[in-house]
Structures are given as C-alpha cells and as structure tokens.
Nanobody, 125 residues
Framework: QVQLVESGGGLVQAGDSLRLSCAAS????????MGWFRQAPGKEREFVAAVNQYGGYTNFADSVKGRFTISRDNTKNTVYLQMNSLKPEDTAVYYC??????????????????WGQGTQVTVSS
C-alpha cells in the first residue's frame, strides 16, 4: 500500500495556473495508476484525472479537458496535476489517489485504494 502526500494548493484568481504534486512512499509506486479527485463543499467527491502505471495513458473529466494535464515521474514517486485557466468552479479540496490495477481508466472513487489527506484549491473570480 502506498502512502500519499499532496502539496501545491492555494488561493489563485480565475485564469491563473497551479500545479499540484503528490509524493508517494513505497517501492510499488510504479505499479499503481495514479489519479486526482476533488470535492467541493456539499458535493460528492468527483473524478478529475488519472494516469496509468506507465504514464502513457491519461484520462480526464470533461470539465477539465484541455485545461488540466496529469503526469508522473516514477523515478521520484511523484504525480503532478497541472491546472491552467482555472475557474471558480474548480474550487475544491483535491485528493491524490492510487489504484493498484495500474489502469487509469476507473472514474469511480470506489475502485481507488489509497488516498492522500487533500489540498485546498480556491479560485476567486
């Protein structure tokens, strides 16, 4: 089981960019798909993006396609979420997560095996 620690959240203005990082412990990092979910106040946790274990397949929610990118560095046990053209509706707590299937295709939180503590992203209008 990997343990995950997010960083990089903060308060930005609409149109700005932000990069989230997620550092993972454990030697099995390269076998996990990695993903990001977010949860706004009063809403369900929702899928944002995922990358497969090799980094060659990525998957995005329609709401962030074309604005967000996800990448991973298996030599550093780290996954990144680059967020561009941020909108107020992107405001949420962002959670890093890992799926031992390695696929990166699962968009239901039920399938993801490990979670970080979350990092707050606030986008002002």
């Amino acid at each position: 089981q990997v343990q995950l620690v997010e960083s990089g959240g903060g308060l930005v203005q609409a149109g700005d960019s932000l990069r989230l990082s997620c550092a993972a412990s454990g030697r099995a990092f390269s076998t996990y798909a990695m993903g990001w979910f977010r949860q706004a106040p009063g809403k369900e946790r929702e899928f944002v993006a995922a990358v497969n274990q090799y980094g060659g397949y990525t998957n995005f929610a329609d709401s962030v396609k074309g604005r967000f990118t996800i990448s991973r560095d298996n030599t550093k046990n780290t996954v990144y979420l680059q967020m561009n053209s941020l909108k107020p509706e992107d405001t949420a707590v962002y959670y890093c997560t890992a799926d031992r299937s390695g696929l990166g295709t699962r968009i239901s939180a039920t399938y993801w095996n490990a979670w970080g503590q979350g990092t707050q992203v606030t986008v002002s209008s």
